[in-house]
């Protein structure tokens, strides 16, 4: 019977270990994966520019979403942004 107790205290203290192992290896990855949102203005080639929320992990896109926002430009309108940075969506 005191066997039976230690063999079940000692597998609770080891699955409460695991337990903690596991939770802290996922707070290490999640808190050095390169995680970030932002909104972003992608415009056609009328110059109609719709903003979009853009969520990133690790420079790859994992969710893009229209904010509801839009703008029509003039034909002579010319975007400021720099090729690089109009087509870099998770850089």
């Known amino acids: 019977m ?21 939770y802290l ?15 972003k203005a992608i415009c056609d080639e ?8 853009i969520a990133c992990i690790n420079k790859k896109i994992v969710e893009i979403t229209p904010t509801g926002s839009a703008v029509q430009y003039l034909e002579t309108w010319k975007d400021p942004r720099t090729e690089k940075v109009i087509k870099t969506i998770c850089g």
């Not at 000692?10 to 903690?20: D, G, M, R, V, Y």
């Not at 109609?48 to 929320?53: A, Q, T």
């Open 25 to 39: 290896i996922e707070l290490k990855t999640n808190t050095f994966a390169d995680n970030h949102m932002y909104t």
């Open 2 to 22: 005191k066997n039976n107790s230690i063999l079940v205290a000692s597998l609770i203290f080891l699955l409460i270990n695991l337990s903690t192992l596991a």
């Open 46 to 53: 009328n110059n109609y520019c719709e903003d979009y929320k």
